[in-house]
Every structure is written in C-alpha cells, then in structure tokens.
C-alpha cells in the first residue's frame, strides 16, 4: 500500500470511528429518556398552572405541551393528582437544597437571617417554579388531599426548624431568653407565607430587598439579648 493509499485509508477510518462515537454517545438508555420526558412534563405542568390554575390544567395538556402524544402523562403518573405530587416532592427537595445552601448548619439569629434572604433569592431566581407550587398548595386547601396533607406536614417541618434556631440561639447567649420558641416560629412562618402571598397578587407591589433588609433589621432587634 503505498503512502497516499495507507493516508486515505487511516481518515477514512478515523471519520467513521467519529461517526461511531457520535451515535454511540447520542444514543440514550430508555431511564434517561424517560427522564427527560418527565423533566419535560414538568416543566410544562409549571407553565400550565401558571396559565390557568392546577384546576383547569389537564394531564392531556401537559402532555402535548411537552411535545409528546396526549396520553403520556396519564400512563407515567396515573392521574393529575399523581403527577402534581411528585412535581410537590421535586419542588420540595429543590426548595430544601436552596435553603440549606444558605442556612449551613447555622442557628440563632444568623440562621433565621440566612433563612430569609434565602426565599428572597428563590423568589427571584425560581419565579415560576415557586408560583405555580403554591398556586397548588393553596388551591388544595378547599378539599382533603394527598397534597394538603403532605403541606402539612411541611409546615410542621418549617416552624420545627426555626423553634430549633431559637432555642440555640437562647442556649448560647445570643437571643434573649423571654423569647418563646414556638411562638416566634409561627410568626416567622406568617411572614414567610404572608409575604409570597402578596407576591402571587402582585409582585410589582413589593420591593423585596427592601422588605427583607427591614425584616432583619425588626427581627435582630426582637431576638438580641
């Protein structure tokens, strides 16, 4: 084989060993495509509920939303409900990773400050997301659900968590120890909800960074010894 030859040969090889590789690495495992599916479904729950509400948004929209056949969503998550619970439980671990990379192990005032400007950072940078989750939370108030329930249970979580912040923060000297605990967990609580209340009517009405830089402001001068 002479020199030219044996050259022409090993591009050859070489452009369909590319070839090879491209459609091997495009090619996705039936776990993965579901995945994406259901990332896709998701995304266009999101989208749908804030258009319309959780009552009118039907699984079949979804589902051509997301640019699959009508009845994909109805086969993956059973019914509405089933697929609203598990878009529940992801915006919950979504909203828990946020708030942790804020809070850090924290207690005391700093905790309860970090907790803070971590909504106000998730109202900013998750607007959609966090629309629509407590669209749902709050329209399945009228009616015993799975989802109320869970909602629930989360509240219970929320309000633990700052009475924790609190009682540390009295046990290490740093908040005065005439504050109640739970008390103050549960107006925490209503000033976290109250405020994203307000901001699902209109959020234009509201200056968070204002809002929240006053709230700290009341709160360390609440909580200090």
């Known amino acids: 084989m002479t020199g030219a030859v044996a050259g022409a040969s090993k591009k050859k090889d070489s452009a369909m060993a590319g070839k090879t590789a491209k459609k091997s690495s495009s090619r996705k495992t039936q776990a993965e495509r579901t995945a994406i599916s259901d990332q ?25 939303r997301a640019g699959y056949s ?82 629930a249970g989360h509240h219970d979580v929320y309000r633990k968590d700052a009475a924790k912040w609190i009682r540390k923060g009295i046990e290490d000297g740093e908040i005065d120890p005439g504050i109640n605990p739970e008390q103050f967990a549960v107006q925490y609580c209503a000033f976290i909800f109250g405020t994203v209340y307000q901001w699902l009517v209109k959020a234009e009405a509201l200056d968070l960074d204002a809002l929240f830089r006053d709230y700290e402001k009341n709160t360390i001068k609440l909580l200090s010894k």
């Open 70 to 151: 009508r009845g994909l969503a109805n086969y993956r998550f059973g019914s509405k409900e089933g697929l609203l619970d598990e878009l529940f439980t992801r915006f919950d671990t979504r909203w828990k990773q946020h708030v942790n990379s804020y809070v850090a192990g924290q207690s005391g005032i700093p905790a309860v400050r970090a907790a803070a400007k971590a909504l106000r950072d998730f109202l900013k940078l998750e607007s959609g997301y966090m629309r629509a989750m407590y669209m749902l939370w709050y329209e399945s108030l009228g009616h015993n659900s799975v989802i109320l329930n869970r909602l």
């Open 40 to 64: 896709l479904m998701f995304e266009a729950a999101i989208v749908l509920i804030n258009e319309h509400g959780t009552q009118k948004t039907t699984l079949k929209e979804i589902g051509e």
